[in-house]
Structures are given as structure tokens and as C-alpha cells.
């Protein structure tokens, strides 16, 4: 089997997007007022349950009311502008959240100057605009200014610096320049912890995000213990049913999942989609976030039938709640599209994978990152569907995005390299793919750690692109140094381990290595087995392979057991046979 290499979607929420935030604080100031509290009240309602676009009138009466009583250069008015700004970022219209933004900084520049907290925090707001929308080049600047404002006004020692910090920290992150990252991080735990005390939520929201940095750079053993302490934290100070709460087991449930531990993240999704549902109704973008998580956590163990309904129902909620046209609508089109296409149903994966790409160009524009992820989605369909026509300009786009965004030896530039060289290799053009895979292999060997899974999965694609070609001699060290990069990093009974173990089987089978390759199949059957289920379709794909083997080997008997189980597994799951033993 190939690894193709999908861009990860950020399950885990990181304080930027869940964190980072200032609204800022209104007040009647006079009798032309006397209508606001009750303004505010309701419009903080509609916010906080995920009714935007209920609350988008509500706000705008806000901003009038203040221009009218206070004039146009009051810094109410442009606290007024600041909010109604951050409503309309949320609901990921960013062309009318900039304006009144940019506005309300002018406001606070011009009335408290260029040095005070408040006009800082109106400058954090712009910067985590810019970073939402792929603009990092901006969002850095303007962050790295809001820290110099704090650090003067507020002292380096202050939570507010520590928050700045924490939001540098997050763009650095999303970059993938974690070395700049990781200290950052660090120094805005400590100041939280020794301003505020060792369990106060801030200080779950600074082991959130550096545990999302350690999962990132593969250092799963420094991760874990974070958001366990985060959770711990959140339990005990703000209860077992706040969001924050629930956040928090869903970070630590996405953590199991993608460890394979899905017997651990299964209760800690269900506990969360809960909470959220009582507390923000079954609608809310909370809500839909942790119910598109738990319906990956069914893809990811090929329960196809169970991720179905769940991806659905986020996909409702989110186009209910932040409207047809949000980021957030588009991944959740994605997922859904990512799911027929496993069941090989393209017909209901092409339009969706279209729609979710008209939406991120709209909203982000083309040379957003994100933007490139459903372009490598699409190619990944025609590829799918033998239409190579179609899905090579699309990869060769998605690589110059990601070159443009990130550089030449960034990971995500990697898994585009990769996945283009997947492509060449399957149309037979295999000059073109051989300098692709070294390419990539040389970026994750420079820029992860020497174990990390991404890194293995390029040494077993540059395997299976020798083997295609005949020479073993190459493909054999490379397969089992991808073998041994995943048993190392994710455990002995991983189900990526079953897949290196497969690909290390069908290589010894091609040379006729037959006493070599049988108990790697057997030992891939057995993990598939442990990990995904006795009745699972990955689990039947195993037994593809070894019915195929034992044909091959002219040990019939067995052959007919293991294809016969095959059958049942896909009956009773209602899933089309596979071609694809390894998948």
C-alpha cells in the first residue's frame, strides 16, 4: 500500500483561535444610552449560543447608539466597532471583519495612543485576523508589536504579556517553525502560573497549546501528561460540564484517537459532544466541532456507516450557524467528501469537494494554505478514479501554494512533493516521481525528528516506488526502516505498523520470499484485529491479502477460509469488495 499524505486538520483547539481573543467591555454612559444593557445582554445571548446572524442587528444598533451619544473617535464607539468586527470574523466573513477592525484601532490610536493596553488589544484582534486568513507575514508584526506594548505598560510579568506571548507563539506554529514556537509557549506558561496560580484556567489554555506543539513534533510522551493536567485543571476550577471542559477532553480524545487508542478517545468524545450540547444547544459551532471529531475517530476505523450520520450533522449545524459559506462549512465538506471517497463513491464526493473549494477561495483566497488541502483532496479523487488528466495540475497547483506559503523545505511543501510523486508513479512516469520522493524524504529527515511517523510513511512511498521498479535491493532497506520508524514512534500494535508490515510482506512475496513475507501478514491481520476490530473493513482487507497469498503459494484451503471471512466482514459492514488489500 502507498501512504498518501493528507494535510492534518486541526483537531486539537489551540488558543489562538479559542484564546486569543479581547472583546471589550461596553457601558451606558448616559440617558441616550439607557437601551444598551439590554443591547448587550441580548447580543452576548445570541453570540454565546451561535446565533451570528441574529446578533449581527443587534450590534449594529450597538455601534449607532454609541456614534450618536459619544460621537464618531469615542474609544466606546470603537469598542462598539472591535465587537461587531469579531462577530463577523467568526462567522468567517473576514472582508467586513476588517474594516471595522481597522477602524476601531484608529479610534484607540487617536483617543489613548499608540502604547495603551486597550489599543493593544484591538491590534491583537487585527493580528489574529490576519493569521486566520493565511496571512502570517502580517499577523507577526503586529503580534510582535502588541508584545512590546504589554511588556512596557503591563510589566513582562503581567498575563496579558503572557497571552501575547501565547499568540506569537500559535503563529510560529502554524508555520511550523516550532523551535521559535516551544520558548514562547514555555515562558507564557510560567508567567500565568506564578501571576495567577498553578490551576487557573489560563493556565490549562498555555498546557493545551504547548502539548498541541509536542504532538506536532512527535514528543507524545511530554504531550499527554499536559492535557491531562489541563483537563484536571478545568474539572476541578470550572466544573465537569463547562466548554472548556469539554474542549479539553476533546483535545485529549484527539490525542488517543490518533494514537490509535480508540477504546480511550471514544468515551471522552461522546462526554464532550454532550456537554456541549447542554450548554450551547446541538447547533452551535462548539457542538458541530466535537461531533466532525467523533465521526473521524469512526472514519479513521473504516465504521463508515457510524462517521456518516455525524459528519452529516456537523455539516448542518455549521452551515445553520455560521452560514453556507464559512472555512469551517468547507472542512466539514471535506470530511464528508474524504468518506465517499473511501467507499469509492465519487459521484457523491466530487461536488462536495468542489463546493468546500469555491468556498475557501472565496474566503481565504488561493493562496491559502487551507486552499491547497482541498485542491490535494480533489486531485486525490481523480486519482481515485484513473482520471490523471485531471488530478496532476491540481497536485502541481496545490505544491506551488504551498511553496509560496510556507518554502521550499517545509513539511506541508513535503506532503505535496509526495503526493505528486504518488501520482507519477501510478501513471508509470517514474523519472518523475524518483526526485519528488527524495525531495521529501530530505525534508523530513531535516525538519522532524528522526522517528517521526510522517517520516516513515516517505521511506515506505520511496520503498514501494523501488519495488514498482523492480529493484529490491533498494526498496528492502527503506521499507524496513519505515517498519521500524513506526513501531519506534507509535507503539508495536499501531494500525500504520500493520500497513508497514504489509507493504514489507508484498515485497518479500514479489521475490518469492514466501517464509518471510507470511507472518508479516499474519502479524498485520492480528494488530488490525486488536486495534480496529475482529469486524472491521480494514480488518478484511488484511484477509484479502492473505487469501491472495496463500492462492499464490497454492495452499488453497487456507486461501478459501481467509476469503470467505473477507466476504463476511464487507456483507455485514455493507461495504463494495477491495482491490486494495493494504488499504
Not at 196 to 212: C, M, Q, R
Request: glycine letters at 6%; a neutral charge; hydrophobic letters at 35%.
Amino acid at each position: 500500500m502507498i501512504w498518501r499524505f493528507l494535510h492534518p486538520r486541526l483537531w486539537i483547539a489551540v488558543g489562538l483561535l479559542f484564546g486569543g481573543l479581547t472583546v471589550l467591555e461596553l457601558s451606558a454612559q448616559d440617558e441616550t444610552e439607557q437601551e444598551l444593557p439590554a443591547l448587550i445582554s441580548q447580543y452576548s445571548k445570541l453570540y454565546q449560543t451561535g446565533k451570528f446572524k441574529e446578533a449581527i442587528p443587534i450590534g449594529e444598533k450597538i455601534v449607532a447608539l454609541r456614534e450618536k451619544s459619544l460621537g464618531p473617535d469615542h474609544p466606546g464607539t470603537g469598542a462598539a466597532l472591535n465587537n461587531l468586527a469579531e462577530l463577523y470574523r467568526t462567522m468567517g466573513a473576514f472582508d467586513k471583519a476588517a474594516p471595522f477592525y481597522d477602524r476601531a484601532l484608529s479610534i484607540f490610536e487617536k483617543a489613548l495612543g499608540p502604547e495603551h493596553p486597550d489599543f493593544a488589544s484591538v491590534l491583537n484582534n487585527r493580528a489574529l485576523l490576519y493569521s486566520q486568513t493565511g496571512e502570517n507575514a502580517k499577523a507577526e508584526p503586529l503580534y510582535q508589536r502588541v508584545l512590546k506594548i504589554r511588556e512596557k505598560a503591563l510589566g513582562p510579568a503581567h498575563p496579558d504579556t503572557a497571552a501575547s506571548l501565547n499568540s506569537l507563539a500559535v503563529v510560529y506554529y502554524q508555520q511550523g517553525d516550532y523551535a521559535k514556537a516551544e520558548p514562547l509557549y514555555q515562558r507564557a506558561l510560567k508567567i500565568r502560573e506564578k501571576a495567577l496560580g498553578a490551576e487557573h484556567p489560563k493556565v490549562a489554555l498555555s498546557l493545551n497549546d504547548l502539548a498541541a506543539l509536542y504532538i506536532a513534533t512527535d514528543d507524545y510522551a511530554k504531550a499527554e501528561p499536559m492535557l491531562r493536567r489541563a483537563l484536571k485543571i478545568r474539572e476541578k476550577v470550572l466544573g465537569p460540564e463547562h466548554p472548556d471542559t469539554a474542549t479539553s477532553l476533546n483535545n485529549l480524545a484527539a490525542f488517543y484517537r490518533d494514537r490509535a487508542e480508540y477504546a480511550k478517545a471514544r468515551p471522552l468524545f461522546e462526554r464532550s459532544v454532550k456537554i456541549c450540547e447542554k450548554v450551547f444547544g446541538p447547533d452551535h459551532p462548539a457542538t458541530a466541532f466535537t461531533v466532525n471529531n467523533l465521526g473521524t475517530l469512526y472514519y479513521q476505523t473504516g465504521e463508515y456507516a457510524r462517521a456518516e450520520p455525524l459528519y452529516q450533522r456537523a455539516l448542518q449545524s455549521r452551515e445553520k450557524s455560521l452560514g453556507p459559506n464559512h472555512p469551517e462549512t468547507a472542512t466539514s465538506l471535506e470530511c464528508l467528501g474524504e468518506l465517499y471517497q473511501a467507499r469509492h463513491e465519487y459521484a457523491k464526493a466530487e461536488p462536495l469537494y468542489q463546493r468546500a473549494l469555491q468556498i475557501k477561495e472565496k474566503t481565504l483566497g488561493a493562496d491559502h494554505p487551507s486552499y491547497a488541502q482541498t485542491l490535494g483532496d480533489q486531485a486525490s479523487l481523480y486519482q481515485d478514479m484513473g482520471d490523471y488528466s485531471k488530478a496532476e495540475p491540481l497536485y502541481e497547483r496545490m505544491l506551488k501554494v504551498e511553496e509560496k506559503a510556507h518554502g521550499p523545505d517545509h513539511t506541508a511543501t513535503a506532503t505535496s512533493l509526495n503526493n505528486l510523486a504518488l501520482l507519477y508513479d501510478q501513471m508509470g512516469a517514474y523519472d518523475k516521481a524518483e526526485p519528488l520522493y527524495q525531495r521529501a524524504s530530505k525534508i523530513y529527515e531535516k525538519s522532524l525528528r528522526p522517528n517521526h511517523p510522517d517520516a516513515g510513511k516517505a521511506f515506505g512511498n520511496l520503498a514501494s516506488h523501488y519495488r514498482k521498479m523492480g529493484d529490491y535491493g533498494k526498496a528492502e532497506p527503506l521499507q524496513l526502516r519505515a517498519l521500524k520508524i513506526h513501531e519506534t514512534a507509535l507503539g508495536s500494535n499501531h494500525p500504520d505498523v500493520a500497513i508497514s508490515l504489509l507493504n514489507l510482506g508484498e515485497l518479500y512475496q514479489d521475490t518469492g520470499l514466501y517464509a518471510k513475507a507470511e507472518p508479516l501478514y499474519l502479524r498485520a491481520l492480528k494488530i488490525r484485529e486488536t486495534a480496529l476490530g475482529a469486524d472491521n473493513p480494514k480488518t478484511a482487507a488484511a484477509c484479502d491479502t492473505l487469501a491472495l497469498f496463500y492462492w499464490t503459494t497454492g495452499k488453497s484451503a487456507k486461501a478459501e477460509s481467509f476469503s470467505q471471512r473477507a466476504g463476511k466482514i464487507r456483507e455485514q459492514n455493507k461495504e463494495p469488495a477491495r482491490t486494495n488489500a493494504g488499504a
